[in-house]
């Protein structure tokens, strides 16, 4: 069973500080992660990708990726009250060239001004 | 910037009747996939599609659904009668190419079975 898992939360931080986003796949061939970001009534918006262990940053995102432990996670610094929306973990498998992607159910965060 | 279009926005339809939701994704790209969101659930996938053919498609996606590229622009997803379930989010990707695993969302259309 392909499952991608993420706290529900609301995850709340203040403005100016870090957030931090978890997500767990339970299928370990796995190749490829991504992280959307998806405010209220509109469609996911893609902020990163990471396939190889390690960290991958993009200006006040960083995207970390650890296979062995099935773990990948998001870290937006200096949160702004624009971030606060939905972050959705997907996941996919290479599969007949296809690469669909399995969502995790997603982490509301709440950037309080 | 290029983007994924969508339309509708908003499809209102009865139960049992045909939709047809339509899809313009982005010039280059090669795959193209339909995902559906329920209100307050995940994102789940319905179909892929790649050189006018069916690639994969999920448990969802049965005989009510069929999807098609008429004209090489325009990507078609038609569910042929309607069930109150059916109502959500349907969401059109793409990518470029198989080595580039990024799909682009198009704005989405609300469908309402009533």
């Known amino acids: 069973q392909k499952e991608v898992e993420q706290n529900s939360g609301p995850l709340s931080v203040p403005e100016g500080a870090i957030a931090s986003l978890n997500c767990t796949y339970s299928?370990?061939?796995?190749?490829?992660f991504f992280w959307y970001r998806q405010y209220s009534g509109k469609s996911p918006e893609l902020i990163m990708s990471?396939?190889?262990?390690g960290d991958k940053e993009d200006g006040r995102f960083t995207a970390q990726l650890n296979k062995a432990s099935q773990y990948v996670s998001l870290l937006i610094r200096d949160s702004q009250p624009s971030d606060s929306a939905t972050y959705l973990c997907?996941?996919?498998?290479?599969?007949?060239?296809?690469?669909?992607?399995?969502f995790g159910k997603g982490t509301k965060l709440s950037v309080i001004p | 910037e290029p983007e994924v279009t969508q339309t509708p926005s908003h499809q209102v339809t009865q139960m049992g009747q045909e939709v047809i939701l339509r899809c313009v994704p982005i010039?280059?790209?090669?795959?193209f996939y339909w995902y559906r969101q329920i209100l307050g659930q995940k994102v789940e996938f319905l179909v892929s599609?790649?050189?006018?053919?069916?690639?994969?498609k999920s448990e969802i996606f049965d005989d009510q659904f069929s999807v098609e590229r008429p004209d090489g622009s325009n990507f078609t997803l038609k569910i042929r009668s309607t069930k109150l379930e059916d109502s959500a989010m349907y969401f059109c990707?793409?990518?470029?190419?198989?080595?580039?695993?990024?799909?682009?969302f198009g704005p989405g259309t609300r469908l309402t079975v009533t």
């Open positions: 997907a996941v996919t498998l290479p599969g007949a060239g296809s690469y669909q992607l399995t």
């Open positions: 299928d370990r061939v796995s190749q490829s």
């Open positions: 599609f790649y050189n006018n053919e069916i690639s994969e």
């Open positions: 990471i396939y190889s262990n």
């Open positions: 010039s280059n790209h090669l795959y």
């Open positions: 990707a793409s990518i470029y190419l198989a080595g580039e695993r990024e799909q682009y």
